[in-house]
């Protein structure tokens, strides 16, 4: 089936839920059992409700492992991924720091892009390295030579492409190849594209993140984060999921299940919005470059149109100066399209201002002097993006520079 079919009908089962269309929501602790066999043989893992539902999920007994709502929703990401398997935990950051707690362990090194989502450092930074596990950044560019990066206890390479704020792109399967011959995992977080436009587990990836927060939840009203993942490493990261007890909210789920049945409209409408503006911001005076991967300009355009089928609403601007902080206010502060706040996916655009120079340390980002700018285009129209960016840059320009 194609996407659209699979993406109206996946992870829904109307016959077991009283005919209702979506999953309801349910709030669920302690599951009863009918008899003392029944309970017994759930908690070795052959549950009464799964089999009865035709739930394919590990063992269903307690909330923390799970309800039908996740469950749904877990299979309907996981057929989206290509993946035999997914898990739901209660952030995007959570389904990093569950992923490399499953598989990392004190004396092991770890290899992450040096363009990596920020909490992802700090985690790596204070908490696996409190525990003795090692972490060396490498350029996002380093496809096949990531090889020289890795030493007798390399166990994983941690992936994010595009980069975050700054959008460069990675040869995952090249990376893949190399990390595979060692016997090395290979891990991405695939937030960005989605497994709409870049399909992890073609691409030689072993384990999947997603912040559903982003674009499956879709409205800004949800944090959740799935790990996609098949065999002994699904098998694995679920027997630390359920020891950390990092279980997500059945409403939390139902509402991402909600927002995954509009997911492609939406992104189809956050990439045409995105793609336009970012055209036409390259050729604004006040602009010296826009990093899209989806732009011939972009370095790593090639990499973009081999292993991508699209690109969606985020991406960032350089601006030709160093705007002083007066000026960035001026300009941000009476924007009438563009919130100002963090995070990114939901139906309402979004600009924030961004400096990389002491988060990068394996590369030095090129533009770190400027003033640089990430926009995330939501479901406004073109022309009023435009409208509020050209208002905005006139405040910025006429208070000067720094
Ligand atoms: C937002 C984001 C996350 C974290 O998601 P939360 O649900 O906010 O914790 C992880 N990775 C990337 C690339 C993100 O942009």
């Known amino acids: 089936m194609k996407n659209e079919t699979r993406m109206v009908q996946s992870g829904r089962k109307p016959e077991q ?25 759930a908690e ?36 989206l991924d290509g993946a035999e398997q997914a898990l739901l935990v209660p952030s995007g950051l959570a389904a990093i720091s569950t992923t490399l707690l499953s598989f990392l ?8 892009v040096d363009s990596v989502y920020g909490p992802t450092r700090r985690l790596c930074h204070r908490e696996l390295k409190r525990l003795g596990i090692e972490t060396t950044y ?20 941690f992936a994010e492409s595009p980069g975050s704020l700054t959008f460069e792109l990675q040869d995952i399967p090249a ?41 499956i939840g879709g409205h800004s009203d949800v944090l959740l984060g ?43 409408q956050h990439e045409e919005t995105a793609l336009a503006l970012a055209k ?50 001026a300009m941000l502060n009476d924007m009438r399209v563009f919130g100002i706040g963090v995070s990114w996916g939901g139906f309402e655009s979004l600009i924030l201002p961004f400096n990389v120079s002491s988060s990068r340390t394996a590369t030095r980002f090129e533009h770190c002097e400027k003033t640089c700018f990430r926009l995330f285009c939501g479901l406004e129209h073109l022309d009023d993006m435009k409208q509020d960016l050209e208002d905005g840059f006139e405040r910025l320009t006429a208070n000067g520079i720094s």
Request: net charge negative; aromatic share 12%; charged share 15%.
């Open 175 to 215: 990376i893949a190849e190399a990390a595979h011959a060692q016997d090395i995992l290979v891990v991405t977080d695939n937030s960005w594209a989605t497994s709409l436009y870049f399909k992890p587990f073609e691409h030689g990836v072993d384990i999947s993140i997603q912040a559903c927060t982003k674009y």
């Open 44 to 79: 070795r893992g052959r549950s009464y409700y799964q089999t009865s539902h035709g739930i394919d999920a590990s063992d269903y007994c307690y909330g923390t492992s799970g309800t039908p709502t996740s469950f749904a929703l877990q299979q309907a990401i996981a057929e």
């Open 226 to 268: 799935s790990i996609s993942a098949n065999g002994k490493h699904f098998k694995h990261l679920f027997e630390t999921f359920h020891n950390l007890g990092v279980c997500a909210s059945p409403d939390d789920c139902y509402l991402a299940a909600r927002g995954l049945r509009t997911l492609i409209p939406r992104l189809k």
């Open 17 to 41: 839920h009283s005919g209702a269309v979506n999953v309801p929501v349910y709030r669920t602790s302690t599951v009863l059992f009918p008899d003392l066999q029944t309970y017994l043989d």
């Open 280 to 329: 036409w911001l390259e050729q604004r005076p006040e602009i010296i470059k826009v990093l899209h991967p989806a732009l011939p300009s972009h370095p790593d355009h090639a990499l973009w149109k081999r292993d991508y089928t699209g690109s969606t609403g985020l991406f960032s601007i350089v601006l030709d100066k160093t705007y002083s902080n007066t000026a960035i206010e």
């Open 105 to 112: 362990s004190a004396g092991d090194h770890l290899l992450v």
């Open 138 to 157: 490498y350029p996002a560019n380093i496809g096949s030579d990531i090889s020289q990066y890795f030493q007798d206890n390399t166990k994983m390479v």
